[in-house]
C-alpha cells in the first residue's frame, strides 16, 4: 500500500522535479562521498547496482548467485584480454568456451542428461545480462550463438544421437557452434534461403553458400538450415541440420571485415557436394523453417538482456567522465542538458529492462511471445543507437578516440538493429500481430 501511495504521489510532481530527482539518485553529483561513489560505479558488480534491487522481477537468489560466479569468470578471465583480442580481430573461442563450459553457462537450460543445469530461461536472461559487462559486443555475442542461437532446436528436437555429438560437447565446451541461416541474398527473408540438400540414399547432398556466420571459421559444426524438400510452400521445405564443419567440401571462403564486434569471427561460406547423413536432421525433416523461429525467439530476447548492463555502464561512465571534465569553469554534468538528458536515457533502460521481464515471464508460461519479443529486439536496437550516441556526444573529441569504451560499443551495438532481424522485419512481425499489415 506505501509503495502505491508513493507512486501515485510521483505521477504528480512536475517534470523537472521528476528528472532532479532522478539525476541525483543516479548520478549523485554532489561533493564529498557522492563523487567517491561515482568514480567507484565502473567497477561495481551488476548485483550492487541500483537496478537489481528489482530483480525479484524474475529473479531469486540463485539468479544472483549465477551472475556472480560468471562476473568473475568475466574480471579474471575475458575482460583483461579484451583489447589485445579487439587489436587482434581475434578471440580464442575455444579457450574462453572451455573455462565457460567448464563452470556450467554454456548448458544454463539444456537438459542435465548431456551436461546441462536443467533451468529456465529466465536464467538464460541473467547470464545475458551479465555477459553485457564484458567490455566487448563481439564475445557476447559468440557465446549467445553457442547457448541461445546454434543449440535450442537441437536441444528441443534432436535425437538422442544428435545431442550426445553435437550437444553435449557444445555444453562443455569442446565444441564450438555456428548458425548458418542468412544467405546473399537472404538476410531477414529467411524462407528465401537458396542452400539445398539433395537426397541421395540415406545422406544428404548441400549445396549452397552462407554468410555473416558468427564463430564461423573457428567452428566445430554448424546449425543449418536448408531446403531439403520439393514443396512449393516455402515454410514447409526446409530443415535443420547438424554439419561437421570439417566435412569435405566446405570452403571458408572469407573472414568478413567488419565495422565493429571487431574479435568476434563472421564468415563466408560455401558448401559443394558436402554430404552429410539424413540421420542429422534435427526434428522432423520439412520442420526447420518452424524451429529456427522459435530459435529466432530466444536470440531476440538474449540480443535485449546483453544490451542492459553495457547500456547502464556508458550512462555511468558518461557521467563519470562528464563530472571530472570541466569547461567554462563547471564539470560538464553541471549543466541540465547533460544530465537531465542522462536521466532521460536512465528511464528508457528501465523502461526495456520491464518489456524484457515481461516478455521472459510470459515466455516461460509457454505464451507465445513472438509480437513482445520483436518489440524487445527492436526497442533494444533504437534505444543501443539513441543512448550511445547521446553519450559519445559528451565525451567530446575523447569519443572519437578508440581509447575509450562509449566508442567501441557505437560501432559493435550498431548491430543490433540489422542482425538477428532487422529492425524493419520486427515492425512487419508487430504489425502481423497487430492485424495492419498490408497483404
Known sequence: MLQTKTFASNIFKSQN????????SIFLCQEGKQKSDLQKSSRQQSGNSDSTKMTDIIYNSDHMQLKQSLRKIIDQEINPYVDQWEKDGHFPAKTVFKKLGSAGFLGVTKPTEYGGLGLDFTYSVAMAEELGNINCGGVPMAIGVQTDMATPALSRFGSDKLKKEFLEPSISGDSVACLGVSEVGAGSDVANINTRGSRQGDDLIINGGKMWI????????????????????????????????NSPGITIAKKIDKMGMRCSDTAQIYFEDVKVPRSHIIGEEGKGFVYQMLQFQEERLYATAVLISPLENIIRETAKYTLQREAFGKPLLSNQVIHFRLAELETEIELLRSLLYRTVALYIAGNDVTKLASMCKLKSGRLARELIDSCLQYWGGMG?????????LYRDFRLISIGGGADEVMLSVICKYLNILPK
Request: proline share 2%; net charge positive.
Open 17 to 24: 522535479a521528476e528528472r532532479l530527482s532522478l539525476c541525483r
Open 214 to 245: 558468427t564463430n564461423g571459421t573457428q567452428a566445430d559444426w554448424m546449425c543449418l538450415l536448408a531446403n531439403t524438400g520439393e514443396q512449393k510452400q516455402q515454410h514447409k521445405n526446409k530443415s535443420l541440420i547438424c554439419l561437421p564443419m
Open 400 to 408: 572519437f578516440t578508440n581509447d575509450v569504451l562509449v566508442s567501441r
